[in-house]
């Protein structure tokens, strides 16, 4: 991986990023594939059209389907070459690498050193993962960037409880980097260029926070996510663990803000130093037919739109707006088609993407200050 800064202002910065499925440029939101799809019926194809650069995909979710009781899912896409043939995908792609959904989706989980035992929330059977069984799976996927394993306690959790949670954290993202330095000297391994990125935990506590980014920065990963936000807690108790532990870690790696979020929340986190960015926002919020645009959220479903001609955003140049009008696209959405959706998380995803592509061009030319606060002044909220 090469990763090279190309501009910045104050903390915001513009970056490249070259990997062994092709370049990223940074800031960059990650359109959200769980398991190996967006969901609205977008295809890959859709994706590149509307400028999509990664897709981030889960591995608790891919290992328990596709897949039987004789072969895990994860196993199945190793047979069939990876998960970018897997889901005809030629750009890279992060997996995550499924503690957040053990500890929040799965039932009646054992915490251990070893790892996590819990019941599949699918068909209940129990399932043990901990970080060498995490990073094997995301091996099988064969994805650009493997997340270690971690624990994500709840934000407003007891202090001690999060203390000894970061501390396994620590010690598990030791054992996630062995066993992918193992797996990548494999001779069968089908991507030996895998990278890692660790996480940072501890909750809104700062101390906890500021402590664990200087311990995981020594282990000299190729990337640094900050994990467990965006969970429940106001977003000015977010943005100020950002400001007090983005600056505690290295400056010449990416920084991921995991499950960020509104394009409010993305704008805050670029000026604090934020490279990576994925939430499920656009996908979901486009499937219930609310779309965003350059003046707020609109919710097509109101009865002003029933006979509105124009396209969800004059100028937009996704393949909705490009077409089809407010009118119609409401039409199909209270018709129940799924075509409604689909152009709706068209629009949505296109909508990030070319945010973030604006954000790039502010940073290199030194105005994202201004483009900033353009930006939020413009996108009240329109229903």
Same mark, same amino acid.
């Given at each position: 991986?090469?990763?090279?800064?190309?501009?910045?202002?104050?903390?915001?910065?513009?970056?490249?990023?070259?990997?062994?499925?092709?370049?990223?440029?940074?800031?960059?939101?990650?359109?959200?594939? #769980?398991?190996?799809?967006?969901?609205?019926?977008?295809?890959?194809?859709?994706?590149? +059209?509307?400028?999509?650069?990664?897709?981030?995909?889960? #591995?608790?979710?891919?290992?328990?389907?596709?897949?039987?009781?004789?072969?895990?899912?994860?196993?199945?896409?190793?047979?069939?070459?990876?998960?970018?043939?897997?889901?005809?995908?030629?750009?890279?792609?992060?997996?995550?690498?499924?503690?957040?959904?053990?500890?929040?989706?799965?039932?009646?989980?054992?915490?251990?050193?070893?790892?996590?035992?819990?019941?599949?929330?699918?068909?209940?059977?129990?399932?043990?993962?901990?970080? +060498?069984?995490?990073?094997?799976?995301?091996?099988?996927?064969?994805?650009?960037?493997?997340?270690?394993?971690?624990?994500?306690?709840?934000?407003?959790? +007891?202090?001690?409880?999060?203390?000894?949670?970061?501390?396994?954290?620590?010690?598990?993202?030791?054992?996630?980097?062995?066993?992918?330095?193992?797996?990548?000297?494999?001779?069968?391994?089908?991507?030996?260029?895998?990278?890692?990125?660790?996480?940072?935990?501890?909750?809104?506590?700062?101390?906890?926070?500021?402590?664990?980014?200087? #311990?995981?920065?020594?282990?000299?990963?190729?990337?640094?996510?900050?994990?467990?936000?965006?969970?429940?807690?106001?977003?000015?108790?977010?943005?100020?663990?950002?400001?007090?532990?983005?600056?505690?870690?290295?400056?010449?790696?990416?920084?991921?803000?995991?499950?960020?979020?509104?394009?409010?929340?993305?704008?805050?986190?670029?000026?604090?130093?934020?490279?990576?960015?994925?939430?499920?926002?656009?996908?979901?919020?486009?499937?219930?037919?609310?779309?965003?645009?350059?003046?707020?959220?609109?919710?097509?479903?109101?009865?002003?739109?029933?006979?509105?001609?124009?396209?969800?955003?004059?100028?937009?140049?996704?393949?909705?707006?490009?077409?089809?009008?407010?009118?119609?696209?409401?039409?199909?959405?209270?018709?129940?088609?799924?075509?409604?959706?689909?152009?709706?998380?068209?629009?949505?995803?296109?909508?990030?993407?070319?945010?973030?592509?604006?954000?790039?061009?502010?940073?290199?030319?030194?105005?994202?200050?201004?483009?900033?606060?353009?930006?939020?002044?413009?996108?009240?909220?329109?229903?």
């Amino acid at each position: 991986m090469k990763y090279k800064i190309i501009a910045a202002e104050g903390r915001a910065k513009r970056a490249h990023m070259e990997t062994v499925h092709g370049v990223i440029e940074t800031p960059v939101f990650m359109n959200v594939g #769980t398991v190996a799809a967006i969901k609205g019926a977008v295809s890959t194809d859709d994706l590149k +059209e509307i400028g999509t650069q990664v897709q981030l995909s889960n #591995t608790y979710h891919l290992h328990v389907r596709p897949g039987d009781q004789k072969r895990s899912g994860d196993q199945l896409i190793r047979e069939m070459g990876g998960l970018h043939r897997f889901m005809h995908w030629d750009r890279p792609i992060l997996t995550d690498s499924g503690g957040f959904q053990v500890f929040s989706l799965a039932g009646l989980r054992k915490i251990k050193e070893e790892g996590v035992t819990f019941h599949c929330h699918i068909d209940g059977r129990k399932i043990f993962m901990g970080p +060498e069984e995490s990073m094997r799976i995301q091996s099988n996927l064969a994805s650009t960037i493997a997340m270690a394993f971690d624990e994500c306690p709840p934000s407003l959790a +007891e202090r001690d409880y999060i203390r000894r949670s970061v501390d396994r954290t620590t010690r598990w993202l030791r054992r996630c980097k062995e066993e992918m330095d193992r797996l990548n000297s494999l001779p069968d391994t089908l991507n030996r260029e895998q990278l890692l990125f660790g996480i940072n935990q501890g909750g809104i506590l700062e101390d906890i926070r500021i402590e664990h980014a200087e #311990t995981i920065r020594e282990m000299d990963l190729d990337g640094y996510a900050i994990g467990g936000l965006a969970v429940g807690e106001p977003a000015e108790e977010m943005y100020r663990i950002l400001d007090a532990t983005v600056p505690h870690l290295p400056k010449d790696k990416p920084v991921y803000l995991m499950g960020v979020g509104t394009p409010a929340n993305i704008l805050e986190g670029v000026e604090r130093g934020v490279d990576f960015f994925d939430c499920v926002y656009p996908s979901r919020n486009g499937r219930h037919g609310h779309v965003y645009t350059n003046h707020g959220k609109m919710n097509l479903f109101n009865r002003k739109y029933e006979t509105d001609p124009a396209p969800i955003e004059e100028g937009c140049g996704c393949p909705a707006c490009r077409s089809y009008s407010r009118a119609y696209i409401r039409h199909l959405l209270k018709a129940g088609e799924m075509l409604g959706m689909r152009l709706c998380v068209l629009h949505n995803l296109y909508f990030y993407n070319k945010m973030m592509s604006e954000i790039r061009d502010a940073i290199e030319a030194g105005n994202f200050a201004a483009y900033k606060k353009k930006k939020l002044d413009s996108m009240e909220e329109k229903e």
